[in-house]
């Protein structure tokens, strides 16, 4: 054996010796120390343009009694490393806008009765499998987030203040990205349950009170099953709706229904200078079927929306989705060790750290707008700026759907594009 294999296996066995030396004294000093859960992801590098209040998730123990939901599969989910987020310019403070009583700050629009502006924001989680489709309710949405969930599907949480709505739904289970929005919107949280491994953190969250979750039996009330579809042959996962007008009902009578504090947004009918046509924008979320394109209809000021290159519409109208603003928000993703399919482990949930700030592209009016997103506080809305960090990025008075992508480095990383074709 040559000199520098010897040394090689005695490097090894070295390593081995130090390993085994550590296991056995950490054993001896703690007895606990078998049972700690590693952190399932690393902080992202601070930006230095924010600091954050909103910190890492962690991992708990799995409690016996809850059982997870099916999931889709669309592909096989593989460990990556925790992708650096990309440092963009720095985003200084500026004054908050000022809106009248009876304008929606979700919306800029005026509510035609200033009496839903004294509720709280509810939060729904909506399944976007295409089986599920189409979904009840997203037209009556003020904002709507997309965002991955495992095997490379989407999901929706739909975010309700401004109109009334009624069935809204299939209702699916919550996400990592479901323990931010509720700080953020200061909203009621539906839905249907969650992975084992999420259990503890939404039985902890510091909005459990504001929790309504059918499997759960927490409020459930205004959940119910359509039992056509069942009759249909559709699976029972994807037949949970709510009535949203009973969900405030239960929020008033558990206290928790008051007006809150939602300034941030910014709003102007005229967009801002400086943008460039984008009459077609493309997000190419990795399942096929979950592709989804927005095209601007400038008769109506607005982008309709299509998903697996058909139209995207409402079950109760039949009519197609649009949006006066589609929002890209590019954050660091992160496959944490917390299986969306367990007990077994091939869909690893995604961790969203929708905190700090990163890249955004603000489409209106069919054109585009590069610059920031920002959120420094967890219980702050997340607000946009101008790509120098120092001017609001105002929206056009309507709702919005905000796009969620994965930053360099996540294994499904994908960019938008956007072009001036019809």
Known sequence: MSQGKRWDWRLVAVGVILTLLAVYLAACMSPKTAQVTPTPTKTPRALPQLATATLTPTPAATPDAVLPEATATDAPATETPTPEPTASAIPTA???PT??????????????????LERRPLAIKVQNAALSRPQYGLPKADIVYEHLSEAAITRFTAIYLCQNVGRVGSVRSARFIDLELPAMYKSILAFSGTSPGLYPKFTNADFKERELVQNWGWNSESFFR???LRKKGVAIEHTLFIDAAKAWQTASRLGI?????????????????????????RIPYPSRDMVVDWRYDAARGVYLRWTEGKPFVDA??????????????????????IYEDYPRKNHP??????????PAVVFRDGQVFEGLWARPK??????????????AMPLKPGNTWIELAPLPGHRWTLKATWDTQE
């Not at 009583?101 to 200033?114: F, I, Q, R, Y």
């Not at 947004?265 to 801002?272: G, R």
């Not at 967890?378 to 001017?391: A, E, H, K, W, Y």
């Open 257 to 281: 229904n008051q007006r809150q504090d939602l300034q941030g947004l910014s709003f102007d009918p005229n967009p801002p200078a400086g943008g460039q046509p984008a009459t077609h924008v």
């Open 226 to 228: 359509d039992t056509e």
């Open 99 to 116: 809106l009248a009583a009876n304008v929606c700050p979700l919306t800029g629009l005026e509510v035609s009765d200033p009496a839903l």
């Open 378 to 391: 967890r219980d702050d809305i997340l607000v946009f700026r101008d790509s120098t960090g120092q001017l």
């Open 94 to 96: 500026t004054s908050l």
């Open 349 to 358: 949930s995604v961790q969203i750290q929708l905190w700090g700030s990163g």
């Open 316 to 337: 109760a109208s039949g009519e197609q989705i649009t949006s006066t603003n589609v929002i890209v928000v590019y954050a660091t993703h992160v496959d944490t060790d």
